[in-house]
């Protein structure tokens, strides 16, 4: 049990797919949920998004202050990687001017 454990610890230190915090996020009618999510500046998050509304705006996520555009397709998740390098809010949303949107609340 103890070297099951020590091992886990070691992938976990020495794999970056590892590293970080990771958030699912679905598309809904409603829009993204959840739409507030809390990160630390300086350590990099991962949202795992899956579309699941076939008629929405929220085709893309834009996260216009770090220049992120990424297509979803429905049923399909999409990893956006973000290190906030300082504490403040991150808006990320749809393509449509961020009609549906969320917030990013770095600490």
């Known amino acids: 049990m103890k070297k ?3 091992m886990l610890i070691l992938i976990r230190v ?4 590892f590293a970080g915090q990771s958030v699912e996020v ?3 009618n409603k829009g ?3 739409s507030k999510i809390s990160a630390k500046a300086g350590e990099p998050i991962t949202l ?3 579309r699941k509304a076939k008629i929405t705006c929220a085709k893309k996520i834009t996260v216009p202050s770090m220049n992120i555009e990424k297509e979803l397709p429905f049923n399909k998740t999409v990893a956006v990687a973000i290190t906030p390098s300082k504490k403040g809010e991150i808006k990320f949303g749809c393509a449509m001017k961020q009609m549906l949107g969320g917030v ?4």
């Open 4 to 6: 099951i454990f020590l």
């Open 14 to 17: 020495v794999n970056p797919a």
């Open 26 to 28: 679905t598309v809904t």
């Open 32 to 34: 993204f949920e959840p």
């Open 48 to 50: 795992n998004i899956t």
């Open 104 to 107: 990013i609340i770095v600490e």
